[in-house]
């Protein structure tokens, strides 16, 4: 069973941290502020590990803690949670208490680009996000599909236009060579990936296949991993037919795309 009330989980003293970390000041501090996801995304092991039931630490606790980070001399975080809008209802909580707090922090997170709305990623900015990972996956509908994402393509455009009015910093994510994919379906996801006009954009090719997934039993299915094969030692999805032009591919263009990294 999973715990359902993070804060009576303790928090790592800052105070204890930040003696070792005294050289790297500007480095951001990790924050999860929640555990669980309701999303069926068809590659993604966080529903086995945390469950599918949202459970988050309160407001203020996370805010109390950030407040002793900063009184140790640290004023840049990192929320590592999956979904940092899900629920939408939290996220705006936390920014309003960070915002009443007047902590002098910048940060960044990860985004689940459907259903964001202008008051959210205004309320992102006034508490001090400068950066977004922005994790659509794909610039193809069919393949958005295929990983049981929740959202469109428009929606990943309005999310996008939504943090670049707001001077939020965009970092997009790509994973290519899932099922399905095909030497069309990569040019396409990198034609509406330029069209947004991102700060940077990672590539990931072939994506990492973990247990209790549904990207695990397709590849199961096509002789690509066996039943008893151990997945603590990475093993790649890779749609057939890519290899090795996928990764030619990519690194070929990698001089002309300067925001692009793998």
């Excluded at 407001?59 to 999956?82: C, K, L, M, Q, T």
């Excluded at 997170?109 to 709305?117: A, E, N, V």
Aim: charged share 25%; proline share 6%; net charge neutral.
């Amino acid at each position: 069973s999973f715990i359902k009330d993070l804060d009576t989980l303790p928090l790592p003293d800052p105070a204890l941290l930040a003696r070792s970390l005294s050289g790297a000041r500007n480095a951001p501090v990790p924050i999860q502020t929640r555990r669980g996801c309701p999303m069926s995304c068809s590659y993604c092991s966080t529903p086995t590990i945390e469950g599918r039931n949202v459970r988050w630490r309160s407001p203020e606790s996370v805010v109390d803690w950030i407040r002793r980070w900063v009184a140790e001399g640290f004023h840049n975080f990192y929320f590592v949670d999956n979904t940092f809008n899900l629920p939408p209802s939290y996220a705006m909580q936390l920014c309003s208490h960070i915002i009443e707090a007047g902590l002098d922090i910048s940060w960044r997170c990860i985004l689940y680009p459907g259903g964001l709305s202008e008051k959210l990623i205004g309320m992102l900015a006034r508490a001090g996000c400068r950066e977004v990972s922005l994790g659509f996956e794909s610039g193809v509908g069919s393949m958005i599909h295929l990983m049981k994402k929740q959202f469109t393509l428009a929606e990943v455009r309005a999310a996008s236009e939504l943090l670049r009015r707001h001077n939020i910093r965009r970092m997009g994510f790509l994973l290519l060579g899932g099922p399905g994919e095909t030497r069309e379906t990569v040019e396409e996801s990198l034609t509406f990936a330029d069209s947004l006009e991102l700060e940077s954009l990672r590539i990931s090719i072939g994506i990492r296949i973990y247990p209790n997934t549904d990207i695990a039993r397709r590849a199961r299915e096509e002789g690509m991993i066996s039943s008893e094969q151990d997945l603590l030692f990475p093993r790649f999805y890779l749609a057939r037919g890519l290899e090795p032009w996928l990764y030619d591919t990519i690194v070929q263009r990698l001089p002309a795309n300067p925001t692009w990294t793998l």
